[in-house]
């Protein structure tokens, strides 16, 4: 039960940011809505190429994770891609780059998911045990 559970649970978190990712690549605008920071010129195609990378390599990697238990690995890409991104907010704000908001909200999902991701391939990783403690005891005998 524990395990649909957690599966369950990566998938809506892949759903979500699939969405973000595909609605940043198609328009590139909608990340600076989202995270509140302006671009022109040029510059929106890195922000359209690397956001969304971001955004998709994740949210297909814990999807991967969570559908295919033999890959279940898979859900180590995000909590590597998201624990880099909180490093990197956590060494500018140690660094004194100006923060709001939108920056501890953006810590925060970052540090759940790193802890999703993580807590979800430890837990689905693990050999499951039967169900039934009788049939551990036939299986002893």
């Given at each position: 039960m524990v395990n649909m559970v957690l599966?369950?649970?990566?998938?809506?978190?892949?759903?979500?940011?699939?969405?973000?990712?595909?609605?940043?690549?198609?328009?590139?605008?909608?990340?600076?809505?989202?995270?509140g920071f302006t671009i022109s010129g040029v510059a929106i195609n890195t922000l359209r190429a690397d956001l969304s990378s971001f955004f998709l390599v994740s949210a297909g990697a814990a999807a991967l994770g969570a559908l295919v238990p033999a890959w279940v690995r898979a859900l180590l890409v995000p909590a590597a891609l998201y624990g880099t991104a909180l490093a990197g907010r956590l060494f500018g704000v140690a660094v004194g780059d100006p923060t709001n908001f939108g920056i501890v909200q953006g810590m925060i999902v970052e540090a759940l998911s790193v802890l999703l991701m993580v807590g979800s391939w430890w837990v689905l990783s693990r050999p499951s045990a039967p169900a039934?403690?009788?049939?551990r005891s036939i299986d002893a005998e």
């Open positions: 599966r369950g649970a990566v998938l809506l978190w892949a759903a979500f940011f699939a969405i973000v990712g595909a609605r940043g690549l198609l328009d590139p605008a909608s990340y600076t809505e989202t995270f039934d403690p009788l049939a």
